[in-house]
């Protein structure tokens, strides 16, 4: 895919979507990364019926870690994962107060250090709490840029240092959120809405739905 067309792509999409951003509920960035950490394998709404609960109580790295493993567990129990999860995020806790003053970093190699934080989540918390240029290469931004043809690659971190060479700065920011919310509505795994795509008659996908 040429640079013209890579950047029509994301010229209409942010036509589409002016604004875009996560569809995790949060207040502040340690509640965000809670959130984040509980996504992994789960659907955000799973996540925020969870949260809504779990933070009008407990929002804060302490607070979390008050309630102990066990008393997490009671709010994030229906959630994929949760008995990992919970021991994370309490070690988490323990860290953040430990060594950063209660405060989630803006830094990618103390972020990673935190458990149950990987490059992904690291990403996602650089760009949508402190405003970093980042791309968080997640199922459906890997689906979406290997189908179209956007920036192919046969792992996520092929794809993402590919988006991170071929976005251009001014798309950046939002870029992982463009293609997000277009891999989870319209461009999704099964039956792709490809006749309804603002994107389709520039995609390269070779099985296009016309339905």
């Given at each position: ?7 029509a ?7 589409a ?7 995790l ?7 965000l ?20 609960k779990l933070?009008r109580?407990?929002?804060s790295?302490?607070?979390i ?11 994030i129990?229906?959630?994929g ?16 107060i ?12 103390s ?11 690291a990403?996602?918390?650089?760009n949508t ?11 459906h ?7 179209t ?5 046969k ?20 870029a ?6 277009h ?11 490809c006749s309804d ?14 339905g």
């Amino acid at each position: 895919m040429n640079k013209d067309k890579r950047r029509a792509i994301f010229e209409r999409l942010r036509a589409a979507m002016p604004a875009p951003t996560t569809e995790l509920e949060y207040q502040t960035p340690f509640q965000l990364l809670v959130a984040v950490i509980l996504s992994a394998q789960a659907t955000d709404a799973s996540v925020n019926k969870a949260t809504e609960k779990l933070f009008r109580h407990a929002g804060s790295p302490r607070a979390i870690r008050d309630l102990g493993e066990r008393g997490l567990k009671n709010y994030i129990k229906r959630i994929g994962l949760f008995n990992s999860k919970a021991r994370n995020i309490i070690k988490t806790c323990d860290l953040l107060i430990e060594r950063h003053g209660g405060e989630v970093p803006a830094e990618r190699e103390s972020l990673e250090a935190l458990p149950g934080v990987g490059r992904k989540t690291a990403n996602v918390i650089l760009n949508t709490a402190f405003g970093e240029p980042t791309i968080a290469v997640d199922t459906h931004i890997f689906r979406v840029a290997n189908r179209t043809r956007l920036a192919p690659g046969k792992t996520v971190r092929q794809v993402e240092d590919k988006l991170d060479r071929m976005v251009e700065a001014e798309f950046k920011k939002d870029a992982h959120h463009w293609l997000i919310l277009h891999g989870r509505y319209t461009c999704t795994a099964r039956n792709p809405k490809c006749s309804d795509c603002v994107i389709g008659d520039l995609c390269e996908y070779r099985h296009k739905t016309s339905g």
